[in-house]
């Protein structure tokens, strides 16, 4: 997974090249630990195989609550939900808390719609529609996009992609431009 995640840094400045910088760096860390998931798929975990210190992993994509340090903030490690977002000067505007955010939106997505779907969407929205400067919610809003182009509206798989950022704090994922034409699949 750690090396999945380092090779996903690269793809991603070759691609939608996010800003290495409070939002758009926390997508960045978040695609890295995503894609570093769909090579280890034994569990939601980053870099169980390599932290032997206490929890034994750098990062819990199920529960982002816990980390080696939960008492790093109220809610724990890492926020789970916008709701918990941390607006901070520290790790490059929070790039590795934040994340906490998206890693659970792609854990509650990969488990409604299966690892394979879900790497599915995430690879068009990183390599399609993200740019350097993406928001959280223009990432979300092109997940759904993506989920749409892929397997069409109305679909189990973009009911699936909402309710899966529904859970972690974005509402109103539709509520995106209409001038967003969906490109075809490559």
């Known amino acids: 997974d750690v090396v999945g995640h380092e090779l996903t840094h690269g793809v991603t400045e070759k691609t939608a090249n996010l800003i290495y910088q409070n ?7 978040s695609m ?10 034994t569990n939601w975990l980053i870099g169980d195989n390599i932290r032997l210190a206490s929890p034994g992993y750098l990062r819990n994509m199920q529960n982002p609550h816990l980390g080696p340090n939960p008492t ?15 607006v901070t000067t520290t790790d490059n505007g929070g790039v590795h808390i934040n994340s906490g955010i998206p890693n659970r ?5 990969s488990t409604a719609v299966t690892r394979e779907k879900a790497e599915q969407i995430w690879y068009r929205a990183l390599t399609v529609y993200l740019t350097p400067s993406s ?4 990432w979300a809003d092109m997940l759904c996009q993506s989920a749409q182009d892929i397997y069409g ?4 798989e973009l009911a699936a992609t909402t309710m899966a950022l529904d859970s972690v704090g974005f509402g ?10 969906a490109l075809p699949l490559q």
Do not use: C, K
Not at 32 to 41: A, E, L, P, T, Y
Not at 135 to 138: A, D, E, K, L, R
């Open 105 to 109: 939106a792609g854990y509650i997505m």
């Open 135 to 138: 928001s959280f919610q223009f």
């Open 72 to 86: 790093r903030y109220t809610f724990g490690y890492q926020p789970a939900h916008m709701s918990e977002y941390v």
């Open 32 to 41: 890295s630990d995503f894609f570093g998931n769909m090579v280890d798929r």
């Open 153 to 156: 509206l109305g679909s189990p």
């Open 23 to 29: 939002a758009s760096g926390a997508l960045n860390e």
């Open 172 to 181: 109103l994922v539709f509520a995106r431009p209409t001038d967003i034409p």
